[in-house]
T-cell receptor, first 110, second 112 residues
Framework: GQQVMQIPQYQHVQEGEDFTTYCNSS?????IQWYKQRPGGHPVFLIQLVKSGEVKKQKRLTFQFGEAKKNSSLHITATQTTDVGTYFC??????????FGTGTRLKVLA | IAGITQAPTSQILAAGRRMTLRCTQDMRHNAMYWYRQDLGLGLRLIHY???????GKGEVPDGYSVSRANTDDFPLTLASAVPSQTSVYFC???????????FGNGTRLTVT
């Protein structure tokens, strides 16, 4: 079946350093969504990418959808302690089903 | 405040017991989902429903059942709990296919 993998599984960075997580799907995706889950919390929607090669920015966060629509990345510039959490990508599988990636847990050291 | 309500917040359950996790949304979303979250495995889809009266199987449906009698409620039932069902369970909803998912606060279930 369809698989969505993320790397790395964990990342520790010093505050102010950059961070990138990568998402790879075994199949072509019509769109991809990104979520953030704070420790002890629930996933919260960040953004959706639809077009091949699309790049979207939210303040210090940059999201990119690959040309083949099988991979995506999230880059955070100059991390802050508020960026701590787990970042998930999610892609549609059939109708009304979203399959989540394994997540990247980010820890920011002050 | 509009959103998704899950109950209970946490539960310790003896193996073999039956348990229903409740999920209610007040956003009139068409689609609802149940995910389980385990460390290192991310969020895995258990069951989903794209509209009242219909349900479908996700990635890990065995041992779980759902019903969707109306738009707002989507309960998840464990007929006979086993320790491997120890997990955090999240209910989610979306207005349309390809719309963002809104998650509840989760239910932490421990099966002993």
């Amino acid at each position: 079946g369809q698989q969505v993998m993320q790397i790395p599984q964990y990342q520790h960075v010093q505050e102010g350093e950059d961070f990138t997580t990568y998402c790879n799907s075994s199949t072509t995706l019509s769109n991809i969504q990104w979520y953030k889950q704070r420790p002890g919390g629930h996933p919260v929607f960040l953004i959706q990418l639809v077009k091949s090669g699309e790049v979207k920015k939210q303040k210090r966060l940059t999201f990119q959808f690959g040309e083949a629509k099988k991979n995506s990345s999230l880059h955070i510039t100059a991390t802050q302690t508020t960026d701590v959490g787990t970042y998930f990508c999610a892609g549609p599988s059939g109708t009304y089903k979203y399959i989540f990636g394994t997540g990247t847990r980010l820890k920011v050291l002050a | 405040i509009a959103g998704i309500t899950q109950a209970p917040t946490s539960q310790i359950l003896a193996a073999g017991r039956r348990m229903t996790l409740r999920c209610t949304q007040d956003m009139r979303h068409n689609a609802m989902y149940w995910y389980r979250q385990d460390l290192g495995l991310g969020l895995r889809l258990i069951h989903y429903s794209n509209t009242a009266g219909t349900t479908g199987k996700g990635e890990v449906p065995d041992g779980y059942s759902v019903s969707r009698a109306n738009t707002d409620d989507f309960p998840l039932t464990l007929a006979s709990a086993v320790p491997s069902q120890t997990s955090v369970y999240f209910c989610a909803s979306s207005q349309l296919y390809n719309s963002p998912l809104h998650f509840g606060n989760g239910t932490r279930l421990t099966v002993t």
